[in-house]
């Protein structure tokens, strides 16, 4: 049963602050202004810089060492979504982890579909290793189709023989774009961010045309092979269940060090809203599997 703090959630998302139907252009903007009444991060410092030729931004909670670092990528359904909706999460988990987040602004779909995305976060990787950094003091996160994201960058830097971070962390990932798990029916009167229709709209934008089920697109159905040690959380309403629970089945069968977090009751990226302890919770859980992994 829902708490009270999380059901105020739940019907916040349900009264639909940003338009489904409305067009992309539409959804960044309302999501822009949503994100713009929230107050700057308390203790966070937040540097401005650029990624291999992208926007992205330094964001460090007070203490965190500079020399570990957390590539993160944020939610959005390859569509919508950018730093300033992002800071404050990526900020929590900088407080959590006690590193540095860069939060990178990938290209969007339709504007740059796949896999636009994935160079991005490979030359955004590319750039901390450049800067000095030792593949042993970093990881890569991802909220919903920031998840998915990391999982393929991952993918991508390992075909390429680039050298692999120490862990990633996927929150509520979006991980198959051809949307064939069973609880994209089994929870979606439960759901109140993440549908069967909206994610068709957003994954026919991004792929282009391509295969859905093409590995970089949708790392369920990759060669999950030599990976890093992941953290995957997933929310007990959530369509995406059985992306995460699938992919976590098929890396451990890969011999991939995974390890499946599945919270009672929680919706999608429950982790950015902090008023819910379980926020918190996960947080912090999330730190300690990142500050075990980054030594």
Same mark, same amino acid.
């Given at each position: !049963?829902?708490?009270?703090?999380?059901? !105020?959630?739940?019907?916040?998302?349900?009264?639909?602050?940003?338009p489904r139907d409305a067009s992309f252009v539409e959804q960044r903007a309302a999501m822009e202004n949503l994100t713009a009444l929230a107050p700057p991060p308390e203790g966070v410092t937040c540097t401005p810089c650029e990624v291999g030729g992208r926007p992205a931004e330094w964001v460090g909670a007070a203490g965190a060492d500079p020399q570990r670092a957390?590539?993160?990528?944020?939610?959005? +359904?390859?569509?919508?979504?950018?730093?300033?909706?992002?800071?404050?999460?990526?900020?929590?988990?900088?407080?959590?982890?006690?590193?540095?987040a860069l939060?990178?602004?990938?290209?969007?779909?339709?504007?740059?579909?796949?896999?636009?995305?994935?160079?991005?976060?490979?030359?955004?990787?590319?750039?901390l290793?450049?800067?000095?950094?030792?593949?042993?003091?970093?990881?890569?996160?991802?909220?919903?189709?920031?998840?998915?994201?990391?999982?393929?960058t991952l993918l991508a830097l390992r075909d390429r023989d680039v050298p692999l971070p120490a862990a990633a962390a996927l929150l509520s990932p979006w991980l198959d774009l051809s949307q064939s798990g069973e609880s994209m029916t089994s929870r979606a009167a439960l759901d109140p961010m993440v549908q069967r229709d909206g994610l068709q709209r957003m994954a026919d934008?991004?792929?282009?045309?391509?295969d859905p089920r093409t590995p970089l697109a949708s790392p369920l159905f990759a060669d999950l092979r030599h990976l890093p040690p992941l953290l995957l959380h997933v929310g007990g309403a959530e369509t995406l269940l059985d992306d995460a629970r699938r992919f976590a089945a098929r890396a451990s069968?890969? +011999?991939?060090?995974?390890?499946?977090?599945?919270?009672?009751?929680?919706?999608?990226?429950?982790?950015?809203?902090?008023?819910?302890?379980?926020?918190?919770?996960?947080?912090?859980?999330?730190?300690e599997f990142l500050r075990r992994h980054l030594g």
């Open positions: !049963m829902a708490s009270a703090e999380l059901q !105020m959630v739940i019907d916040l998302l349900r009264g639909q602050p940003i957390l590539l993160y990528l944020h939610g959005g +359904g390859y569509c919508i979504g950018s730093i300033n909706s992002h800071r404050l999460l990526a900020a929590d988990l900088s407080r959590a982890a006690g590193v540095r939060l990178l602004d990938y290209r969007l779909a339709p504007e740059h579909p796949f896999p636009a995305a994935v160079e991005d976060a490979v030359a955004a990787y590319r750039f290793l450049d800067a000095g950094f030792d593949r042993r003091r970093l990881a890569i996160a991802g909220d919903s189709a920031g998840g998915g994201l990391a999982a393929a934008a991004y792929l282009a045309g391509a069968a890969a +011999g991939v060090d995974a390890t499946l977090e599945v919270w009672d009751d929680m919706i999608h990226v429950w982790h950015a809203f902090g008023l819910l302890p379980e926020a918190r919770a996960a947080q912090a859980r999330i730190g």
